[in-house]
Every structure is written in structure tokens, then in C-alpha cells.
């Protein structure tokens, strides 16, 4: 069901816009008019749902303890998955940022012979790690079209992810592992029985429109070739705010172009936010100095008080005359 | 908002990477590459035509010596027939830099603008070292 609706969708996309990409009249709106407006959705989506998720209350340190906290000076804390300090927590940002490493210790239970057994893992962290890096690498790699000159970071990480010199144009690595990393990330929702029961459209429809995505950059480098010079001055033409359209590029690249726009305006409101949310996990970027600081709970009201000295002030003389001892005559 | 000055630097840091096209190349004027066809035996053609036409040769030029190597080198076949019938020999030096012999302002134009840096010249020589003999 699920499946269904999410590759009904993705076919439709691609469908428009061949339409769009093969009708010259259309080509501006889909060339120039909906890549700016996916844009502007993703950058302002993007950034409301941050401060969205940063107007939430911390009434307190939250974090996920996974180690002796800071305690007596002869008890060792582990300070990377107990932090105190702001060193520790960026630490242990970094690593779970950097190398996804909640998700390494991922576990399996299994029964064998009777006993439940807890075992490793790892592919899951192993397709995420060559997925997610893999789409960094292919993403700072296009900058290559959108700017003139080229930043020499750009042009390196370029050569390096051509080393294998395999053909021409040359076979990119990246090309390659994130083709298998997300359709091994797609399988697993297909075969695994207990993850295909919590898959949503919401979990297949990106996956599908990344893999088409990749499909239609990988068809258009090694096999339906287009003019990179026509493109590059229409992704620089946008940059820089000059749109033009040249003659003669391929309807494929109009295909590949509204696939990303739709990625970049379904952003902010699917679980893709995990890129900004991943950072603002309050179990993971605070540090567990609870009772180190003082923190006010933001839902405290101003509580109305009335201290014994007010009281003893109102009530004097009437105490006095019932004979109750006060502090001040 | 809580830790607001960490979340709001962390968000401008984001907006300013996703960004980064368009602020780099604020007030630059991009010139697209314009390849030069003016060699000495191009000027001498009657009619200046590619091995194939111009679409293919913009789009497709190379996987078209990618597969002239592999024929060449594999198959021992030279000869490459074009889509006009024309028999061509499949040379990287012999052929293609024999009509572009201005590689700088031919294939480098459009190759500095797209970014690559075909790994060829490690091994083959350029009109130019062709021409000083190296």
C-alpha cells in the first residue's frame, strides 16, 4: 500500500516533468521556476522548524546516561557518554553526527537453543554510514555547477571520488555506493517483515525519490548524455540570479532537476528535518549537570507568597491581645 | 528560546553553507566558455565539421575516445567510420588534437568551466610538447 502510493508519486514526478522538459515553453518553469521556489520553501521551512523545535521549554538536563556520571573525585567518569562539560558534549555530537554511533551499538535479539541471545548489529549502521556520506560527497561535488571558479575543495574531493579512472566521463565512487546503500535501505523495509509493518509512505516515498534521484544523475553522466556546458550556465544563471535557458539540453535533466526541487520543498516537513533535528536532540546535546547548575523550570509562575514577617505584621495586635508570642512587639 | 545564541548560530552557519552559491558569486559576471575552432587546418576545411556533428560532439565526445581507445588498443581496430560514412583514425593526438590544436583554448575552456581534468595528458602528449618535440 504504502509502496504503492510513494512509486505512484515518484512516477507522476518524473512523468510532469518530462512533459516540462521536452516542451520548450514549459522548459522555464521547470528549469527556473520551480527550482527557486523549492528553494525558498526549503530554506524557510528548514529554518522555522528549527527555531520551531528551539522555542521548546528545557525545564531540565535530559540526556541519555550511557556511563558513570561526574561524581566523587576517585570514581572514573566517562566523559563522552556522561558529559558535564560542553567538550564532552561535543564530543559526543561529533561522533554521533560524524560516524552515527547510537546507531553502531545496535543490537539483535535472537534466540538460540532456548536463550535470548543479544548480538552485533552492524549493517544498518554500515548502509546509513555509506548512504549519508556518500549523499554529502555527491552534493558538495555539484557545486562544481553552480559557481565559477571552482573552489580547489570542490575540484579535490572531485579527483578523489574519480580515482578509480574507470571510463569516461570517469565512474564516480560515490555514484556506486549510493546506489547500493539505498537500495539495500529500501530492501530492508521491503524483506523484513517487522520493518515493513511500520513502514509508512512517509519512509518509502523518500527513499524511492532518492534512488530516482540517483538513477537519473547516474543515466544523464554515463549513458543519456547532455550538453554539462548548457547546464552549468543554467545552475549558474540561477545562482546568480540571470535564469536562462539554452537550446538542446535533454529532458532528462529536467527530470533530475525536479526531483531534487521536490526533495528540497518536501524537506522541512518530513522526516528528512533529522538533519537539523539530529543536532537539537536534547538527549544527546545536553550535558548532565543537573545538580552542578541551577535550572529554572520555565513553567514555574510567580508564586504568591506571604512571609511570616507580612503575617506577624497584620496580625500583631491580635496576637497580642489572644496572648500568642510574637517576634517583634 | 533556550540556548538561543547556539541554535541561531547554528542555523546561520546552515543558511550560509546552503547559500554559498549565491553570495559567492554576488556582483560576478559568468562568462560561458566559447571554444575556438580557429587552427590552422580547421581554417583550411571547406566545411568545418567534426568527426560527428555538434550535439553528439558536445554531449558525448568523451566516451566517443573512451571507446576509440578501447577499440584501438583492444581490438587492434583504427579506423572509426562517422555517421557521414567518413573513415577516421582513431587517434587521441593524431586526430582530435590534429584539427583542435589550440588545446588551451579549446578543450581547456570548457574543461576548467566544468570542473575536469582529464587524466589523458599524463600519458599523451599535447600539441604543444608534439610540436617541441618532447
Same mark, same amino acid.
Given at each position: 500500500?504504502?509502496?504503492?502510493?510513494?512509486?505512484?508519486?515518484?512516477?507522476?514526478?518524473?512523468?510532469?516533468?518530462?512533459?516540462?522538459?521536452?516542451?520548450?515553453?514549459?522548459?522555464?518553469?521547470?528549469?527556473?521556476?520551480?527550482?527557486?521556489?523549492?528553494?525558498?520553501?526549503?530554506?524557510?521551512?528548514?529554518?522555522?522548524?528549527?527555531?520551531?523545535?528551539?522555542?521548546?521549554?528545557?525545564?531540565?538536563?535530559?540526556?541519555?546516561?550511557?556511563?558513570?556520571?561526574?561524581?566523587?573525585?576517585?570514581?572514573?567518569?566517562?566523559?563522552?557518554?556522561?558529559?558535564?562539560?560542553?567538550?564532552? +558534549?561535543? !564530543?559526543?555530537?561529533?561522533?554521533? *553526527? /560524524? @560516524?552515527?554511533? $547510537?546507531? %553502531?551499538?545496535? =543490537?539483535?535479539? #535472537?534466540?538460540?537453543?532456548?536463550?535470548?541471545?543479544?548480538?552485533?548489529?552492524?549493517?544498518?549502521?554500515?548502509?546509513?554510514?555509506?548512504?549519508?556520506?556518500?549523499?554529502?560527497?555527491?552534493?558538495?561535488?555539484?557545486?562544481?555547477?553552480?559557481?565559477?571558479?571552482?573552489?580547489?575543495?570542490?575540484?579535490?574531493?572531485?579527483?578523489?571520488?574519480?580515482?578509480?579512472?574507470?571510463?569516461?566521463?570517469?565512474?564516480?565512487?560515490?555514484?556506486?555506493?549510493?546506489?547500493?546503500?539505498?537500495?539495500?535501505?529500501?530492501?530492508?523495509?521491503?524483506?523484513?517483515?517487522?520493518?515493513?509493518?511500520?513502514?509508512?509512505?512517509?519512509?518509502?516515498?523518500?527513499?524511492?525519490?532518492?534512488?530516482?534521484?540517483?538513477?537519473?544523475?547516474?543515466?544523464?553522466?554515463?549513458?543519456?548524455? +547532455?550538453? !554539462?556546458?548548457?547546464?552549468?550556465? *543554467? /545552475? @549558474?544563471?540561477? $545562482?546568480? %540570479?540571470?535564469? =536562462?535557458?539554452? #537550446?538542446?539540453?535533454?529532458?532528462?535533466?529536467?527530470?533530475?532537476?525536479?526531483?531534487?526541487?521536490?526533495?528540497?520543498?518536501?524537506?522541512?516537513?518530513?522526516?528528512?528535518?533529522?538533519?537539523?533535528?539530529?543536532?537539537?536532540?536534547?538527549?544527546?546535546?545536553?550535558?548532565?549537570?543537573?545538580?552542578?547548575?541551577?535550572?529554572?523550570?520555565?513553567?514555574?509562575?510567580?508564586?504568591?507568597?506571604?512571609?511570616?514577617?507580612?503575617?506577624?505584621?497584620?496580625?500583631?495586635?491580635?496576637?497580642?491581645?489572644?496572648?500568642?508570642?510574637?517576634?517583634?512587639? | 528560546?533556550?540556548?538561543?545564541?547556539?541554535?541561531?548560530?547554528?542555523?546561520?552557519?546552515?543558511?550560509?553553507?546552503?547559500?554559498?552559491?549565491?553570495?559567492?558569486?554576488?556582483?560576478?559576471?559568468?562568462?560561458?566558455?566559447?571554444?575556438?575552432?580557429?587552427?590552422?587546418?580547421?581554417?583550411?576545411?571547406?566545411?568545418?565539421?567534426?568527426?560527428?556533428?555538434?550535439?553528439?560532439?558536445?554531449?558525448?565526445?568523451?566516451?566517443?575516445?573512451?571507446?576509440?581507445?578501447?577499440?584501438?588498443?583492444?581490438?587492434?581496430?583504427?579506423?572509426?567510420?562517422?555517421?557521414?560514412?567518413?573513415?577516421?583514425?582513431?587517434?587521441?593526438?593524431?586526430?582530435?588534437?590534429?584539427?583542435?590544436?589550440?588545446?588551451?583554448?579549446?578543450?581547456?575552456?570548457?574543461?576548467?568551466?566544468?570542473?575536469?581534468?582529464?587524466?589523458?595528458?599524463?600519458?599523451?602528449?599535447?600539441?604543444?610538447?608534439?610540436?617541441?618535440?618532447?
Amino acid at each position: 500500500m504504502g509502496i504503492t502510493v510513494s512509486l505512484g508519486a515518484v512516477l507522476a514526478i518524473i512523468f510532469v516533468a518530462l512533459i516540462g522538459g521536452s516542451t520548450p515553453g514549459l522548459q522555464y518553469v521547470f528549469g527556473v521556476f520551480l527550482p527557486y521556489v523549492a528553494f525558498a520553501v526549503f530554506l524557510a521551512g528548514f529554518a522555522y522548524r528549527v527555531v520551531n523545535w528551539g522555542r521548546s521549554p528545557v525545564p531540565f538536563r535530559i540526556p541519555t546516561t550511557a556511563g558513570q556520571e561526574y561524581s566523587l573525585p576517585w570514581i572514573k567518569q566517562s566523559k563522552i557518554d556522561n558529559p558535564s562539560t560542553l567538550w564532552g +558534549v561535543l !564530543i559526543r555530537m561529533a561522533l554521533e *553526527i /560524524l @560516524v552515527f554511533r $547510537s546507531l %553502531f551499538r545496535n =543490537t539483535k535479539a #535472537e534466540l538460540r537453543s532456548g536463550h535470548i541471545v543479544f548480538g552485533p548489529a552492524k549493517w544498518l549502521w554500515l548502509g546509513a554510514l555509506a548512504f549519508h556520506w556518500s549523499f554529502l560527497i555527491i552534493a558538495i561535488r555539484h557545486v562544481r555547477l553552480f559557481v565559477e571558479p571552482i573552489p580547489v575543495v570542490v575540484q579535490a574531493l572531485d579527483t578523489v571520488d574519480g580515482m578509480l579512472q574507470i571510463g569516461a566521463p570517469a565512474l564516480y565512487i560515490t555514484d556506486l555506493l549510493l546506489v547500493v546503500a539505498v537500495t539495500y535501505l529500501f530492501l530492508r523495509r521491503l524483506v523484513v517483515p517487522r520493518m515493513r509493518y511500520i513502514s509508512l509512505p512517509a519512509d518509502y516515498f523518500p527513499l524511492l525519490l532518492i534512488f530516482a534521484i540517483a538513477t537519473t544523475g547516474i543515466l544523464m553522466r554515463y549513458f543519456i548524455r +547532455v550538453d !554539462i556546458v548548457g547546464v552549468k550556465t *543554467i /545552475l @549558474v544563471g540561477l $545562482s546568480t %540570479f540571470h535564469p =536562462t535557458i539554452p #537550446e538542446g539540453i535533454g529532458a532528462i535533466f529536467f527530470i533530475h532537476l525536479t526531483l531534487v526541487a521536490v526533495l528540497l520543498a518536501y524537506f522541512p516537513f518530513s522526516k528528512l528535518m533529522h538533519l537539523g533535528g539530529v543536532f537539537l536532540s536534547p538527549t544527546r546535546n545536553l550535558a548532565n549537570n543537573n545538580r552542578m547548575k541551577r535550572h529554572v523550570n520555565p513553567w514555574n509562575y510567580p508564586v504568591k507568597v506571604h512571609t511570616y514577617e507580612a503575617y506577624e505584621n497584620e496580625f500583631r495586635e491580635q496576637m497580642k491581645e489572644a496572648g500568642i508570642p510574637v517576634e517583634r512587639e | 528560546m533556550y540556548d538561543a545564541n547556539k541554535i541561531l548560530i547554528g542555523l546561520a552557519i546552515f543558511l550560509g553553507l546552503m547559500t554559498y552559491p549565491v553570495w559567492s558569486g554576488l556582483g560576478r559576471a559568468v562568462q560561458a566558455p566559447k571554444p575556438e575552432i580557429d587552427t590552422p587546418i580547421i581554417q583550411k576545411m571547406p566545411e568545418k565539421k567534426c568527426v560527428e556533428n555538434t550535439h553528439f560532439m558536445k554531449t558525448t565526445h568523451m566516451q566517443l575516445i573512451n571507446e576509440w581507445r578501447d577499440d584501438a588498443l583492444r581490438k587492434g581496430e583504427r579506423e572509426y567510420t562517422n555517421a557521414r560514412g567518413e573513415k577516421v583514425l582513431m587517434s587521441l593526438q593524431l586526430t582530435c588534437m590534429n584539427c583542435h590544436s589550440n588545446k588551451d583554448k579549446f578543450c581547456d575552456s570548457c574543461h576548467n568551466y566544468a570542473g575536469v581534468n582529464p587524466y589523458c595528458w599524463d600519458c599523451h602528449l599535447t600539441p604543444k610538447q608534439m610540436k617541441e618535440g618532447i
